[in-house]
């Protein structure tokens, strides 16, 4: 029952899910149901199982139409609103009564007039970049509503256990396999957004004359990160062919003033080359300096490779993983363009087995070959052993020699 597929196909159905959160926030578990389909029985059910605060995520639209007011609103915080019982209702507490507040929550002809203020349930409103922006449950149970195409509201419960721990992940398994209650975590439901949800727009397209040749150049824009990407395509472009990519993080060191510690500048000269003497070619220039960490922690990871640690380990010692991107923001571009078979230049198999799992085909891996110097020696060699990266050694330098 784990897994997003089973969560949405329930959710669909009207029935709960189990979400997760990741152990780095609350590690928390909810129950979730979407509330055009409360029921007295269902409402209860999460009264007597789940026992934490009885909410109702719901969307911006839904709280400007119903005119509830947030009395308080920090930026990291829940935006909890008024609470609310319908106008229907007696003393609102019952699983009667909170069933019918939640399921007019989502009613799209609801007005303000149809709830009393204050109530028996709070709704709280999901952040408008949903899980993009925060990766709370409230953003998870509005975009679970949006995948399986309902109203944007969702009774949200925690699942607490029988002493009120919160963090009891044994006791919400067992709750999970007993009522065979699908599970998912936000983190999967992120994914699944990033995947299907297109975050990248295109923002201006220009011929673009180069030293190397004449492209187009275009500029796309994720506007949850605001990340800027350049894209530089051959004059005449065919996508319903095998297009010849080349997804370049950016470095400024090596791609502007030619570092000789890493190998970027040598696989971008090779990419604009090959552009120039082949057609059908894609160069997606992403914007994520020093594999995420950004320029400033880059050169502070550099000082620390001079006192002898290797790449990876530098970042780590800055607090941050191995290798912070992702490939999202290429693959909705290559989705721009209509591209689904290409044959991809680069030495990392992450790039390969990421764009795979997309479903873009691979037909063949171009290599770049790249001239070793005393100082990007030590990065080339910890590419290759730690992170399995093909690197076409040129010239009578090997890896054995390193
Ligand atoms: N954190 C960190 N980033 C680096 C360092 N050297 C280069 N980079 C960044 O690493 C990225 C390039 O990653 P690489 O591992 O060289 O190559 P790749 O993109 O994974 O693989 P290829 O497709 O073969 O180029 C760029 O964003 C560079 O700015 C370093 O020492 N530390
Ligand atoms: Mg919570
Ligand atoms: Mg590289
Ligand atoms: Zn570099």
New binding site residues.
């Given amino acids: 029952m784990y897994g997003l597929k089973n969560v949405i196909e329930s959710f669909k159905n009207g029935e709960f899910v189990i979400v997760f959160d990741s152990q780095n926030r609350e590690d928390e578990a909810d129950l979730i149901l979407p509330a055009q389909f409360s029921t007295p029985d269902k409402i209860s059910f999460v009264l007597n199982h789940a026992k934490g605060m009885f909410c109702v995520a719901i969307d911006k639209e839904i709280q400007e139409r119903l005119n509830l007011y947030v009395p308080y609103n920090t930026k990291d915080s829940c935006t909890f609103t008024v609470t609310v019982d319908h106008k229907d209702t007696k003393t609102g507490i019952t699983a009667i009564e909170r069933s019918k507040t939640s399921k007019e929550l989502a009613n799209p002809n609801a007005t303000a007039s149809d709830f009393k203020i204050p109530g028996h349930v709070n709704p709280v409103v999901a952040h408008e970049g949903g899980v993009l922006t925060r990766k709370g449950h409230t953003e998870a149970a509005v975009e679970l509503c949006r995948i399986s195409k309902l109203f944007p509201a969702a009774v949200m419960i925690e699942i607490l256990d029988e002493k009120g721990d919160s963090h009891n992940k044994e006791y919400i398994k067992s709750l999970a396999k007993r009522f065979s209650i699908p599970v998912t975590t936000i983190d999967e439901i992120e994914k699944y957004i990033l995947l299907n949800r297109p975050t990248v727009q295109k923002e201006a397209e220009a011929d673009f004359p180069t030293q190397y040749g004449k492209f187009k150049i275009f500029a796309f824009k994720n506007y949850f990160s605001q990340k800027e990407h350049a894209v530089l395509i051959n004059q005449t472009f065919n996508p319903s062919q095998p297009v010849n990519v080349?997804?370049?993080?950016?470095?400024?060191?090596?791609?502007v003033f030619h570092s000789l510690?890493?190998?970027?500048h040598q696989?971008l000269e090779f990419f604009l080359q090959f552009m120039a003497e082949n057609k059908n070619c894609m160069l997606i220039y992403?914007d994520?300096?020093?594999?995420?960490?950004g320029?400033a922690?880059?050169i502070k990871?550099?000082a620390l490779?001079e006192q002898g640690f290797d790449?990876?380990e530098?970042?780590n010692l800055l607090g941050?993983d191995d290798?912070l991107?992702d490939y999202f923001d290429a693959l909705h571009i290559m989705r721009f363009f209509g591209i689904s078979k290409i044959n991809?230049?680069?030495?990392?198999p992450?790039?390969v087995s990421f764009l795979q799992d997309c479903g873009i085909e691979i037909l063949k891996r171009i290599s770049?070959p790249i001239v070793i110097n005393p100082y990007n020696r030590k990065?080339i060699h910890s590419?290759i052993l730690k992170?399995k990266?093909e690197?076409l050694i040129k010239g009578e330098d090997n890896v054995e020699n390193f």
């Fill in positions: 080349r997804i370049h993080s950016s470095c400024k060191t090596g791609d510690r890493c190998d970027c696989q992403l994520q300096e020093g594999r995420g960490i320029f922690n880059k990871a550099y490779q790449t990876y530098a970042n941050f290798d991107r991809l230049a680069t030495s990392n992450e790039k770049i990065y590419k992170k990266h690197i």
